[in-house]
């Protein structure tokens, strides 16, 4: 047999152990992209196969937590898809502002750029000072880095040309304090935010939230675990809330998607039913 | 008998797309799986313009999709395009692959991974060599390896890598390349196949 023939049975067989003995439940990923990071750790590790790196997950934590890090992939950025944070403003917010108390939820929130880019337009809305945004995630170390909200300068140009296109109003530098080649959100947008752990795979809905925010998260998850994952956006929803998804990401193929209608698809915007 | 085509190209793809894709037959036993390079705020032009082109479907990748034959799936703008076994397509924003998203390398890599011996690889005009260690797993797999010939090639580098690093089955000019893919006996057995491949 060539080790090739035998990868699909390694990782299989990685992910049980790691079910096993963590409790963290990768076998509804999807694989294709999983297994390529597997393959990087074992590499960048020194390790020779898969199989070599079984007794490492299996007896030393340590090893473990720097592999977690691995699966979850935080790429992320400032007002990503420009054009989905400019419908947000125009359509969704001023739904929004019908409320006295407004709750977000952002899902799988990496780093924080998205929760600021998010917390900034509220502000200029405003909506922010009677707005909670939650922001998750499972990976801890993506957490603290949100929550300090300190990202490289260099990144500021990028962010500049995307907030405009988004419909910013004011100019973006407002927003952070420029220091040492790093640039730190400012508190005035951070006092509305919580960051916390939240793990998608086992974790319990959360209540009353008026829009839930997840993307480019669920093109992680296998069928079933997407169906998990929806129906606990469904179920934290407040009547007429609104779900938005990544660029990509579809109901379509979901169990809840009679529970919802598309408001915007281009956007990826949909709004759950009204309860009966 | 072959079941799908991974075909990766950079600059000058749709020149060398619309060579090929046209001519296949609207009943193309196989799938064929495309990463173009291009700019991450692309729109779906090329999905569309090669649509109009071809009989066989030319659309963009979705996740959780079921491959089918003569449908020809392009990687979205901004995002890997990969394959799990179970033949669905899978999207990823993972960090760029040699500087690509997407990258030919990681769509080569997992249909590699899922179709075996049952896959043909095939690099076309580029400017890098992304691609190459893709193709190179596609024959570790079993699988069959094609490239355009360099000197037919708006930009030589990427097929020229390819046939650097890998020992591939077969080198054509562009002009040559969709009749190629489109005779009859190509889906025939793998052995079938690759004997007449080789004629
Ligand atoms: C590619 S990032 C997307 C970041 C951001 N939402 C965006 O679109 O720019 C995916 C995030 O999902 C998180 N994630 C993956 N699986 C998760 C799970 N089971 N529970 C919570 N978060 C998860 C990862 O840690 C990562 O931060």
Known sequence: MKPEDMQEFEINQLLEAIYFRYGYDFRDYSKASLERRVLHRVQQSDLGSISEMLPRIMHDTEFFELFLRDMSVTVTEMFRDPKVFKKLRKEVFTQLKTYSRVNIWHAGCATGEEVYSMAIMLKEEGLLDRTRIYATDYNNHSLDIAEKGIYPAEKMKGYTESYITAGGKASFADYYLAKFGSAKMVESLKEHITFANHNLMKDQPFAEMHLIVCRNVLIYFNPKLQDRVLTLFKDSLISRGFLLLGDKETLDFSQVKPSFETFSKEERIFRRMMYV | ?199
């Open chain 2, 1 to 199: 008998m072959f079941e799908a085509i991974v075909i990766g190209v950079s600059a000058g793809g749709l020149k060398a797309l619309t060579a090929i894709l046209p001519v296949l037959p609207s009943d193309f036993p196989l799938a064929v799986i495309v990463v173009q390079h291009r700019h991450r705020d692309s729109d779906n032009f090329l999905d569309r313009y090669l649509d109009d082109l071809s009989s066989v479907r030319v659309k963009e990748a979705e996740p959780g999709e079921v491959i089918l034959p003569s449908y020809v799936y392009i990687a979205p703008a901004g995002y890997h395009l990969l394959i799990e076994r179970d033949k669905t397509l899978s999207l990823s924003i993972d960090p760029p692959v040699n500087f690509s998203i997407p990258s030919i390398d990681v769509l080569f890599e997992s249909a590699a991974a899922c179709y075996k011996n049952h896959l043909i690889g095939l690099i076309l005009t580029g400017a890098n060599s992304d691609g190459s260690q893709g193709l190179k797993l596609v024959k570790d797999y079993g699988g069959y390896a094609i490239v355009q010939a360099p000197e037919t090639a708006e930009v030589d580098v990427m097929p020229k890598a390819a046939i650097d690093l890998v020992d591939v089955d077969k080198v054509i000019p562009l002009q040559e390349l969709g009749v190629f893919l489109a005779q009859e006996k190509f889906s025939s057995n793998v052995e079938m196949s690759r004997r007449v491949l080789n004629e």
